[in-house]
């Protein structure tokens, strides 16, 4: 079992000695994960920048004094991938996330699609944001990654297609007449950008504006998948065809 980690907000350059987490993590790490003298944590600060540390001594419920190494930072992964995330039904957008993060993804750009029946608009569009946010976190601290990914704030039709125009191979997962993403030809560096629809699908006017922004509709298999889970399968078969898994 690696040792689990736990979120700071700043690491200064090159610390290292003794260090006392506290606060919201510091209660975890001392009253849920019970933590003791002698057992290994990691530090991050969820953008790349980690450290290994042992555990000293805990003080009351929620301070836990640690001896930390040497601060280092994780380069990022190559190629880049985001997922553009149509919003699903109810807490499924949030399970979308976890699996995602949990796979390996780099960034979810969450996407108001023409049908969506979920829209996410004023407070109610900020709580789901902040949600979409509070899982990939959660879930990169449970997958014990040290580099989160980016939750965007909802995107347009328009901002996803420009999206799209930036990437080095942009597709859309579409069954009809689409060719299989298993065989499509993928960059070994730089960044790709994939585009989950609804349950209803992607429109012909989304479609038509995602293809004059270069990107190709692909399909992943002879199943259809719910968009909440066409997502983390979509990364896995990325990360294994890139090299990134190996």
């Not at 070994?188 to 585009?195: D, Q, S, T």
């Amino acid at each position: 079992m690696t040792a689990p980690v736990f979120v700071v907000e700043h690491f200064e350059a090159d610390r290292g000695g003794p260090y006392v987490l506290d606060g919201p993590e510091g209660r975890h790490a001392v009253s849920v994960k019970r933590l003791r003298a002698g057992e290994d944590v990691v530090l991050t600060d969820g953008a790349g920048r980690w450290a290994h540390c042992v555990v000293l001594d805990t003080e009351g419920k929620d301070r836990l004094v640690v001896r930390m190494d040497p601060v280092t930072e994780e380069p990022e992964e190559s190629p880049r991938i985001t997922v553009v995330q149509a919003l699903p039904k109810g807490d499924r957008g949030e399970l979308a996330v976890e699996t995602m993060t949990e796979t390996g993804v780099d960034a979810i750009v969450p996407w108001a699609a023409a049908r969506c029946i979920t829209q996410w608009k004023g407070e109610r569009g900020l709580k789901a944001l902040a949600k979409w946010r509070a899982t990939a976190r959660e879930a990169g601290k449970q997958s014990r990654r040290v580099r989160f990914p980016e939750v965007a704030d909802a995107a347009s039709t328009k901002q996803v297609a420009a999206l799209l125009a930036g990437a080095d191979f942009a597709a859309v997962l579409h069954e009809e007449g689409s060719a299989p993403l298993a065989t499509a030809e993928l960059p070994a560096n730089g960044h790709i950008v994939l585009v989950v629809g609804p349950e209803g699908g992607v429109s012909p006017d989304e479609l038509a504006a995602f293809a004059e922004a270069g990107a190709k509709p692909y399909r992943l298999g002879r199943s259809v998948l719910r968009t909440s889970t066409a997502g983390t399968a979509a990364t896995a078969l990325l990360l294994g065809r890139t090299g990134r898994w190996s």
